[in-house]
């Protein structure tokens, strides 16, 4: 028998193609809305690049979870469970980095135009990032002990 299979590595995997997506697109704004500074000999605000990093947080908590699925250490009929619960948990923090990616971008082009409301704005992100942390958390609940 196999000892501690695991999710085969679901939860991070999925988690991080979010993370991907969502700095990707934040990414972009951040570049763009640079790019808007430099051509009118403005100032370009570093501090964007917090809205481009927010989304790495829920590869972290992929791993954490596929960790935490591995230790349970379960038998092998389990292992479907344990690809169940890594897969859509690792496609709902992976769809909250995305959707963070896309929150960061916007925020991104607003302060870059206003110079105001970074702390609304990150805010916001942290509002999405709740959502990959209440799956995380859910998640190893649902692991037995």
Do not use: C, H
Request: charged share 10%.
């Amino acid at each position: 028998m196999v000892a501690g299979l695991g999710d085969m590595g679901l939860s991070l995997t999925f988690a991080a193609i979010g993370s991907a997506l969502g700095t990707g697109a934040a990414g972009m704004a951040a570049i763009g809305a640079w790019k808007r500074a430099f051509a009118q000999n403005k100032m370009a605000p570093f501090i964007l690049i917090a809205f481009v990093g927010a989304p790495l947080s829920q590869t972290i908590y992929g791993m954490i979870l596929r960790n935490a699925i591995q230790s349970a250490n379960m038998a092998a009929e389990m292992y479907p469970f344990q690809m169940i619960l890594g897969l859509a948990a690792g496609i709902a923090m992976g769809v909250s980095a995305w959707m963070q990616g896309k929150a960061g971008a916007s925020a991104a082009d607003a302060l870059a135009e206003t110079g105001k409301g970074f702390g609304n704005y990150i805010m916001v992100l942290g509002v999405i990032e709740t959502v990959a942390l209440f799956v995380m958390v859910f998640s190893m609940t649902a692991l037995p002990k």
